[in-house]
């Protein structure tokens, strides 16, 4: 026999569907809470089926996002093969029914019969590492996307309260900067102390420049002041809003400096991180986004595999006499990993990059391509070679 159990994961709860072998199915279909109770049961029901077969049963589920990790933890706890199937596989397996009926329980009735049709292969393990990784690396995503919108609505008030004061500080959204202008959000509020206090009160900030350079601040502020307009019409709002954009943008800072730190020393653990680092334009936080959306690269026995799961193979129509000579790429994969390549793409192409790819990305532009049809090329190529030496386990050599 073949026992098999399919499994559609959903918030908290899993449908279930049990086969003994091809067009066998037993017993009706069975609920999961994802609870330690939930789960014992679940463990129940597995124990039954390989009594009955002889052999521990084959679990296929779909990737849900982060819903199927607890079932995918307590089968590796236990011991079972399970298999993650991309939901683009089975969703085109679930439009094989002539009838247009969609429950859980189906679905998982439909994974079970998508088993014995393919050929799937077990998931291969990932370590607690790779997982972490790639947990901090999208957390890292995510939040720098919140402060790229934050800073934004934050110039859009300071322009409304402060404008002038844009130019003050090198960096605006230093330490320093915002914590002068927390103590002083308006042209008001800059008037009401003097030259000396408002030069103390950046010195006390930043300890590490001199007294000149705090009054020089403290000077190119009150000029700032003097220069901004409408100071007197001020909505209550709009102070409001800058003082807690100022703070957001701190908690950022803060959450991404963590988020950082964390990321470089799971990294340092990781062998493949070091690895790709040795290819010239992949840094550390790059090379950490790719290990962690590639996960092992044994998943992948051709690096054309690789290049389809980065989505940047290009699509194919063709109908009858009729081929298409213009394709984009699918983007089906990882866009994270795209974002990651494209970005690694960028810095090798720099002077103190990559001369293979360099030259590479030359000689396709002088074929007549696009600079994005190049780039596109490039990142194909770079691909290639992060899977060569992620299998070779021996640095890139830069040789043109």
């Given at each position: 026999?073949?026992?098999?159990?399919?499994?559609?994961?959903?918030?908290?709860?899993?449908?279930?569907?049990?086969?003994?072998?091809?067009?066998?199915?037993?017993?009706?279909?069975?609920?999961?809470?994802?609870?330690t109770?939930?789960?014992?049961?679940?463990?129940?029901?597995?124990?039954?089926?390989?009594?009955?077969?002889c052999?521990?049963?084959?679990?296929?589920?779909?990737?849900?996002?982060?819903?199927?990790?607890?079932?995918?933890?307590?089968?590796?706890?236990?011991?079972?093969?399970?298999?993650?199937?991309?939901?683009?596989?089975?969703?085109?397996?679930?439009?094989?029914?002539?009838?247009?009926?969609?429950?859980?329980?189906?679905?998982?009735?439909?994974?079970?019969?998508?088993?014995y049709?393919?050929?799937?292969?077990?998931?291969?393990?990932?370590?607690?590492?790779?997982?972490?990784?790639?947990s901090?690396?999208?957390?890292?995503?995510?939040?720098?996307?919140?402060?790229?919108?934050?800073?934004?609505?934050?110039?859009?008030?300071?322009?409304?309260?402060?404008?002038?004061?844009?130019?003050?500080?090198g960096?605006?959204?230093?330490?320093?900067?915002?914590?002068?202008?927390?103590?002083?959000?308006?042209?008001?509020?800059?008037?009401?102390?003097?030259?000396?206090?408002?030069?103390?009160?950046?010195?006390?900030?930043?300890?590490s420049?001199?007294?000149?350079?705090a009054?020089q601040?403290?000077?190119?502020?009150?000029?700032?002041?003097?220069?901004?307009?409408?100071?007197?019409?001020?909505?209550?709002s709009?102070?409001?809003?800058?003082?807690?954009?100022?703070?957001?943008?701190?908690?950022?800072?803060?959450?991404?400096s963590?988020?950082?730190?964390?990321?470089?020393?799971?990294?340092?653990?990781?062998?493949?991180?070091?690895?790709?680092?040795?290819?010239?334009?992949?840094?550390?936080?790059?090379?950490?986004?790719?290990?962690?959306?590639?996960?092992?690269?044994?998943?992948?026995?051709?690096?054309?595999k690789?290049?389809?799961f980065?989505?940047?193979?290009?699509?194919?129509?063709s109908?009858?006499?009729?081929?298409a000579?213009?394709?984009?790429?699918?983007?089906?994969?990882?866009?994270?990993?795209?974002?990651?390549?494209?970005?690694?793409?960028?810095?090798?192409l720099?002077?103190?990059?990559?001369?293979?790819?360099?030259?590479?990305?030359?000689?396709?532009?002088?074929?007549?391509?696009?600079?994005?049809?190049?780039?596109?090329?490039?990142?194909?190529?770079?691909?290639?070679?992060?899977?060569?030496?992620?299998?070779?386990?021996?640095?890139?050599?830069?040789?043109?």
């Amino acid at each position: 026999m073949n026992p098999v159990v399919g499994l559609d994961v959903a918030k908290g709860e899993t449908e279930g569907q049990v086969f003994l072998d091809k067009g066998k199915p037993q017993g009706r279909h069975f609920s999961i809470v994802h609870t330690t109770d939930g789960f014992a049961k679940f463990h129940e029901v597995l124990e039954g089926v390989e009594a009955l077969a002889c052999v521990k049963p084959t679990v296929i589920l779909e990737s849900t996002g982060h819903y199927h990790v607890p079932v995918v933890r307590f089968l590796e706890e236990h011991g079972y093969v399970y298999i993650v199937v991309n939901p683009l596989i089975s969703h085109q397996a679930k439009k094989s029914s002539l009838r247009k009926v969609k429950t859980d329980a189906i679905d998982a009735y439909r994974l079970c019969e998508l088993f014995y049709k393919e050929e799937f292969e077990p998931l291969r393990k990932r370590g607690m590492h790779l997982l972490d990784l790639r947990s901090l690396t999208r957390q890292r995503d995510a939040v720098t996307s919140l402060f790229i919108q934050t800073k934004l609505q934050f110039h859009a008030v300071l322009d409304l309260v402060f404008p002038e004061y844009r130019g003050v500080f090198g960096d605006l959204f230093s330490q320093v900067s915002l914590k002068t202008l927390l103590a002083f959000p308006t042209p008001e509020a800059v008037f009401e102390v003097s030259e000396a206090e408002l030069a103390e009160k950046i010195k006390a900030l930043c300890k590490s420049r001199s007294e000149r350079w705090a009054a020089q601040k403290a000077q190119d502020i009150i000029q700032a002041a003097n220069r901004s307009p409408f100071r007197t019409v001020l909505l209550s709002s709009h102070l409001f809003s800058l003082k807690m954009y100022i703070q957001m943008i701190l908690e950022y800072k803060e959450h991404l400096s963590d988020l950082e730190n964390q990321i470089d020393a799971l990294a340092k653990e990781i062998e493949e991180c070091q690895i790709i680092q040795s290819i010239p334009g992949i840094g550390e936080t790059i090379a950490a986004t790719i290990i962690a959306e590639i996960g092992e690269i044994e998943r992948f026995n051709h690096p054309k595999k690789l290049v389809a799961f980065a989505g940047v193979d290009p699509s194919v129509h063709s109908s009858g006499k009729f081929t298409a000579t213009i394709n984009r790429i699918t983007k089906r994969g990882s866009s994270r990993l795209r974002h990651a390549l494209y970005l690694a793409v960028l810095c090798s192409l720099r002077k103190t990059g990559s001369q293979r790819l360099q030259t590479f990305y030359k000689a396709k532009r002088e074929e007549g391509k696009a600079h994005k049809v190049a780039l596109v090329a490039c990142i194909n190529k770079l691909l290639h070679w992060i899977c060569a030496v992620l299998k070779s386990q021996e640095p890139f050599v830069d040789l043109v």
